[in-house]
T-cell receptor
Framework: KNEVEQSPQNLTAQEGEFITINCSYS?????LHWLQQHPGGGIVSLFM???GKKKHGRLIATINIQEKHSSLHITASHPRDSAVYIC???????????FGKGTKLTVNP | ETGVTQTPRHLVMGMTNKKSLKCEQH?????MYWYKQSAKKPLELMFV???????ENNSVPSRFSPECPNSSHLFLHLHTLQPEDSALYLC?????????????FGPGTRLLVL
């Protein structure tokens, strides 16, 4: 069992829909990262958070440390949001990131 | 554009070839990383360098040989690879080797081993 689990694995939405991607982890962490990977491979860091909530444009990330769970929300989704969204955690005092398998999001016009 | 570049973007090689992947970061960061991303699997950390010294070798076969000549450049030398080594190889950098640092990723090199 992977230490970082994401759901769903695949998600298809219509433009304008509100989207939620979930991440659960089983280890103690110092921070949780949400990353976006576009077709072709490039990865962009969206958020790094260790508590509470962060917002950037139409993206919102929340984390519940007690429940070991984080969510990434996209409001008013757009086809350009289509990508793979990856959750990763930094464990304790380690510089390693442990990655989930990713959620493939497709937003249709 | 994240400030981390990788070349080549695509590479096809035979099992007897020797090739090198190059990563360059223009961010003034002190830590650099090599990751492997295989189909339907999470990213796997391969190597970590901090201030040009290797600090992590994540049980990677010796057919992969990293080199970090300075804090801006990172190479991955490849020799006698296997078809199962076909994957996307991603380079990343961060300001320092601290767990809560954001890592900046390059676009990756898509490698096919025939």
């Amino acid at each position: 069992k992977n230490e970082v689990e994401q759901s769903p694995q695949n998600l298809t939405a219509q433009e304008g829909e509100f989207i939620t991607i979930n991440c659960s982890y089983s280890v103690g962490i110092s921070a949780l990262h949400w990353l976006q990977q576009h077709p072709g491979g490039g990865i962009v860091s969206l958020f790094m958070l260790s508590s509470g909530k962060k917002k950037h444009g139409r993206l919102i990330a929340t984390i519940n440390i007690q429940e070991k769970h984080s969510s990434l929300h996209i409001t008013a989704s757009h086809p350009r949001d289509s990508a793979v969204y990856i959750c990763a955690v930094s464990q304790g005092g380690s510089e390693k990131l442990v990655f989930g398998k990713g959620t493939k999001l497709t937003v249709n016009p | 554009e994240t400030g981390v570049t990788q070349t080549p973007r695509h590479l096809v090689m035979g099992m007897t070839n020797k090739k090198s992947l190059k990563c360059e970061q223009h961010l003034g960061h002190n830590a650099m990383y090599w990751y492997k991303q295989s189909a339907k699997k999470p990213l796997e950390l391969m190597f970590v360098y901090s201030l040009e010294e290797r600090v992590e070798n994540n049980s990677v076969p010796s057919r992969f040989s990293p080199e970090c000549p300075n804090s801006s450049h990172l190479f991955l030398h490849l020799h006698t690879l296997q078809p199962e080594d076909s994957a996307l190889y991603l380079c990343a950098s961060s300001e320092d080797l601290i767990p809560r640092e954001t890592q900046y990723f390059g676009p990756g090199t898509r490698l096919l081993v025939l």
